[in-house]
């Protein structure tokens, strides 16, 4: 389990065909760029009819990615039923919390399709109350015959230099070899390289958990906490995201890969990192509401942080970094209190087996 292997060489050529990318933030913005650019006809869904006109008027997605125009072949539409038509992929980059309203439209729609598509998920998050992961949200909510054809997408990558065309390796992971060797070959091509993996349980769990990791290195960065610092905060954050994700049932080699480390080191280090520029702002002294307000933006970390609290309490698995980032966040304790409750932990090995 957690093995990787890529395609081949002759597998990122052009492509054709349909591809329906579902939300229009910024990762499904670029991720539609990317698929239109490699040969797709793509429909780029968003609720907002409003917003839908303004990307068709300006030819991009000026609200979350200005400087990304708009290939050809990529159209935005705020008919589900329209994006959904014949498509070959469905990319599910719907913010987490709405995931599960979406999917039931979605599986309204498909539940006659002749033929039913692939999915990928590129959400990163775990729901608060059920403590589903997205993978669990598409398997339950989808029609059969479609519960089978799910990948999920993580690696580090951010937004803005996918759209831009810029070198950028992820990983696919299903459960089913056909479904993760055929999403593999429509991403790969024009700067993008997957691999694959059969851990959908550690590709998932390394892309929501990073982002309460980034949070708190953002919060040590804005409090001048230095680059010692921030060196041992992804280290040992690595460490709780792996004790979780392996309780769970993931592969150990997961999280040091491209979900894992990879998609950790960006976004706790990135200045394109919201998680990061929220976690800055709280270590500057700023109020949480004042700063999401500013940024307009999902910071899925914020909502990460309390599921997975919730669900290192359940599994009892101590997550020390992930219990002072909910206490920040939703127990309103100081900065400079958070640090000292975390250098006054008992003293332990580094790693115990």
């Known amino acids: 389990m957690g093995q990787t292997r890529e395609g081949s060489d002759a597998d990122t050529g052009a492509s054709s065909g349909h591809v ?10 670029a991720l539609a760029i990317h698929l239109a650019r490699r040969g797709f006809d793509t429909s ?14 300006q030819g991009k997605n000026a609200r979350y990615l200005p400087e990304a125009p708009f290939p050809p072949r990529l159209q935005a539409t705020a008919d589900m039923a329209e994006a959904l038509r014949d498509a070959q992929l469905v990319v599910c980059a719907i913010p987490s919390h709405g995931m599960r309203d979406a999917m039931k439209q979605v599986a309204v729609i498909q539940r006659d399709a002749a033929a039913p598509p692939y999915y990928l998920i590129a959400a990163k998050g775990i729901e608060v109350d059920s403590l589903a992961s997205m993978h669990e949200v598409l398997q339950a909510e989808l029609p059969p015959g479609h519960r089978e054809r799910v990948a999920a997408l993580g690696g580090p990558s951010f937004a803005a230099e996918v759209a831009a065309g810029l070198p950028t390796t992820v990983v696919v992971a299903a459960t089913e070899e056909p479904v993760r060797l055929a999403v593999q070959r429509m991403l790969s091509g024009a700067g993008v390289r997957a691999y694959v993996t059969d851990d959908v349980v550690g590709v998932e769990l390394g892309g929501v958990l990073k982002n309460v990791i980034a949070l708190a290195a953002g919060v040590g960065d804005g409090a001048g906490l230095g680059q010692n610092a921030r060196a041992g905060l992804i280290t040992r954050g690595l460490a709780e995201i792996s004790r979780l994700a392996i309780k769970l049932g993931a592969h150990p080699a997961t999280l040091s890969g491209l979900a894992g480390m990879g998609d950790l080191v ?13 976690g800055i702002a709280l270590g500057q002294g700023r109020k949480l509401d004042e700063i999401l307000a500013e940024m307009g933006m999902v910071a899925e970390g914020v909502k990460n942080t309390l599921s997975a609290h919730r669900l290192a309490a359940r599994e009892q698995v101590e997550m020390p970094l992930v219990a002072t980032m909910h206490a920040i966040l939703y127990g309103g304790l100081a900065v400079r209190d958070a640090v000292d409750l975390l250098m006054g932990r008992a003293l332990r090995a580094e790693r115990e087996w």
Not at 20 to 29: E, H, R
Not at 44 to 57: F, G
Request: hydrophobic share 45%; charged share 20%; aromatic share 6%.
């Open 44 to 57: 780029l869904w968003a609720r907002s009819a409003e917003h839908v006109a303004d990307m068709r008027a």
């Open 20 to 29: 329906a990318v579902l939300g229009a933030g910024s990762w499904g913005t």
């Open 266 to 278: 960006l976004t706790c280090t990135g200045g394109l990192s919201r998680n990061r520029r929220v």
